[in-house]
Protein backbone atom coordinates (compact mmCIF):
# COMPACT_ATOMS: atom_id res chain seq x y z
CA UNK A 1 0.00 0.00 0.00
CA UNK A 2 1.66 3.91 -0.52
CA UNK A 3 1.09 6.74 1.55
CA UNK A 4 -3.16 7.04 2.79
CA UNK A 5 -4.09 9.08 5.34
CA UNK A 6 -7.39 7.78 7.19
CA UNK A 7 -10.27 9.08 8.70
CA UNK A 8 -11.00 8.77 12.24
CA UNK A 9 -14.81 9.39 13.19
CA UNK A 10 -16.70 8.80 16.67
CA UNK A 11 -19.05 5.85 16.86
CA UNK A 12 -21.15 5.43 20.19
CA UNK A 13 -21.61 2.06 19.49
CA UNK A 14 -19.12 -0.62 17.51
CA UNK A 15 -22.27 -2.41 16.77
CA UNK A 16 -24.50 -0.03 15.50
CA UNK A 17 -21.72 1.61 13.44
CA UNK A 18 -20.50 -2.01 12.25
CA UNK A 19 -24.21 -3.14 10.85
CA UNK A 20 -24.46 0.68 9.38
CA UNK A 21 -21.63 0.11 7.07
CA UNK A 22 -21.70 -3.47 6.30
CA UNK A 23 -24.64 -2.34 4.18
CA UNK A 24 -22.41 -0.02 2.31
CA UNK A 25 -19.68 -2.73 1.36
CA UNK A 26 -17.61 -2.26 4.33
CA UNK A 27 -15.90 -5.13 6.44
CA UNK A 28 -14.13 -4.61 9.58
CA UNK A 29 -10.51 -4.99 9.52
CA UNK A 30 -9.57 -4.54 12.94
CA UNK A 31 -11.57 -4.16 15.97
CA UNK A 32 -11.10 -4.20 19.75
CA UNK A 33 -12.38 -2.38 22.87
CA UNK A 34 -10.77 1.53 21.57
CA UNK A 35 -10.44 0.98 17.87
CA UNK A 36 -12.20 -0.06 15.05
CA UNK A 37 -11.12 -0.19 11.04
CA UNK A 38 -13.76 -0.79 8.16
CA UNK A 39 -12.92 -1.02 4.44
CA UNK A 40 -14.00 -1.53 1.68
CA UNK A 41 -11.87 -1.76 -1.17
CA UNK A 42 -9.45 1.29 -1.23
CA UNK A 43 -11.54 3.22 1.29
CA UNK A 44 -10.92 2.45 4.82
CA UNK A 45 -12.32 4.81 7.46
CA UNK A 46 -10.95 4.51 11.27
CA UNK A 47 -13.39 4.73 14.53
CA UNK A 48 -12.68 5.25 18.10
CA UNK A 49 -15.86 4.53 20.52
CA UNK A 50 -17.76 8.11 21.93
CA UNK A 51 -20.53 7.00 23.70
CA UNK A 52 -21.91 10.29 25.24
CA UNK A 53 -22.16 11.49 21.37
CA UNK A 54 -25.04 12.67 20.42
CA UNK A 55 -25.63 12.88 16.79
CA UNK A 56 -27.69 15.92 16.13
CA UNK A 57 -24.68 17.85 17.35
CA UNK A 58 -21.49 16.01 16.02
CA UNK A 59 -19.42 17.77 13.68
CA UNK A 60 -17.18 15.04 12.61
CA UNK A 61 -16.75 14.55 8.94
CA UNK A 62 -14.47 13.22 6.54
CA UNK A 63 -13.68 13.70 2.34
CA UNK A 64 -14.20 10.49 0.49
CA UNK A 65 -12.52 11.00 -3.01
CA UNK A 66 -13.49 8.63 -5.40
CA UNK A 67 -13.27 8.44 -9.28
CA UNK A 68 -16.73 8.21 -10.26
CA UNK A 69 -19.17 9.13 -7.21
CA UNK A 70 -21.68 8.17 -9.21
CA UNK A 71 -21.18 4.33 -9.30
CA UNK A 72 -20.72 4.92 -5.57
CA UNK A 73 -24.02 6.45 -4.89
CA UNK A 74 -25.48 3.77 -6.63
CA UNK A 75 -24.28 1.21 -4.58
CA UNK A 76 -25.05 2.75 -1.26
CA UNK A 77 -28.40 3.41 -2.70
CA UNK A 78 -28.86 -0.45 -2.51
CA UNK A 79 -28.76 0.31 1.55
CA UNK A 80 -32.45 2.12 0.93
CA UNK A 81 -31.43 5.38 3.08
CA UNK A 82 -33.68 8.34 3.80
CA UNK A 83 -32.46 12.01 2.32
CA UNK A 84 -33.27 13.25 5.45
CA UNK A 85 -33.10 12.83 9.24
CA UNK A 86 -29.76 10.48 10.88
CA UNK A 87 -28.44 8.36 9.26
CA UNK A 88 -29.12 9.67 5.54
CA UNK A 89 -27.99 10.18 1.70
CA UNK A 90 -28.45 13.46 -0.53
CA UNK A 91 -28.22 13.09 -3.96
CA UNK A 92 -25.01 13.99 -6.29
CA UNK A 93 -24.50 17.42 -7.92
CA UNK A 94 -21.98 19.36 -9.56
CA UNK A 95 -20.69 21.96 -7.32
CA UNK A 96 -19.40 25.53 -8.33
CA UNK A 97 -15.82 24.45 -7.22
CA UNK A 98 -15.32 21.40 -9.77
CA UNK A 99 -16.45 18.83 -7.78
CA UNK A 100 -19.57 16.29 -8.12
CA UNK A 101 -20.62 15.86 -5.24
CA UNK A 102 -23.04 13.74 -2.44
CA UNK A 103 -23.20 13.65 1.32
CA UNK A 104 -23.74 10.27 3.77
CA UNK A 105 -24.37 11.16 7.27
CA UNK A 106 -23.91 7.69 9.15
CA UNK A 107 -25.64 6.98 12.89
CA UNK A 108 -23.20 8.56 14.62
CA UNK A 109 -24.45 12.09 13.00
CA UNK A 110 -20.57 12.02 11.30
CA UNK A 111 -20.89 13.64 7.56
CA UNK A 112 -18.77 12.02 4.86
CA UNK A 113 -18.49 14.18 1.79
CA UNK A 114 -18.36 11.91 -1.62
CA UNK A 115 -16.55 13.41 -4.28
CA UNK A 116 -15.17 13.24 -7.82
CA UNK A 117 -13.69 15.83 -9.84
CA UNK A 118 -16.06 17.21 -12.73
CA UNK A 119 -15.00 16.44 -16.17
CA UNK A 120 -13.03 19.16 -18.09
Known sequence: MGDVVTANLPARDFDETVAFYERLGFEVEFRDAGWMILSRGALEIEFFPHPDLVPADSWFSACVRVADVDALHRAWSAAGLP???VPRMTAPKDEPFGMRMFALI???GSLLRCMAP???
Open 106 to 108: DPN
Open 83 to 85: DTG
Open 118 to 120: LPD
